[in-house]
Nanobody, 119 residues
């Protein structure tokens, strides 16, 4: 089974940028949807952005025009470019793989990476 490992989190000032990476231990070519989620202290986990097998993308309203999700199938890696960061973006960011032709119920989470945005 594919495993996901996130990296790239850290401390950044408001207005700054970070790029998160989600490296898969196997091919993501057949994964239906790869997504980034986040969970702030005391809050529920929420969808940030997702990208389909065909490359179509969706974003939470709160991050539109600031975040960009992309993937490199050759490197089995999904990225989240985060620009114009705000203190409210502070959270643990998780990568998730959803569904595949061989297993439509597939659901794999990474361990998360912490992003802290200071004001």
């Amino acid at each position: 089974q594919v495993q996901l490992v996130e990296s790239g989190g850290g401390l950044v000032q408001a207005g700054g940028s970070l790029r998160l990476s989600c490296a898969a231990s196997g091919s993501i070519l057949d994964i239906n949807v790869m997504g980034w989620y986040r969970q702030a202290p005391g809050k529920q986990r929420e969808l940030v952005a997702r990208i389909s097998r065909a490359g179509s993308t969706n974003y939470a309203d709160s991050v539109k025009e600031r975040f960009t999700i992309s993937k490199d199938n050759a490197k089995n890696t999904v990225y989240l470019q985060m620009n114009s960061l705000k203190p409210e973006d502070t959270a643990v960011y998780y990568c998730k793989a959803n569904g595949a032709p061989y297993d439509p119920y597939l659901e794999i989470w990474g361990q998360g990476t912490l992003v802290t945005v200071s004001s």
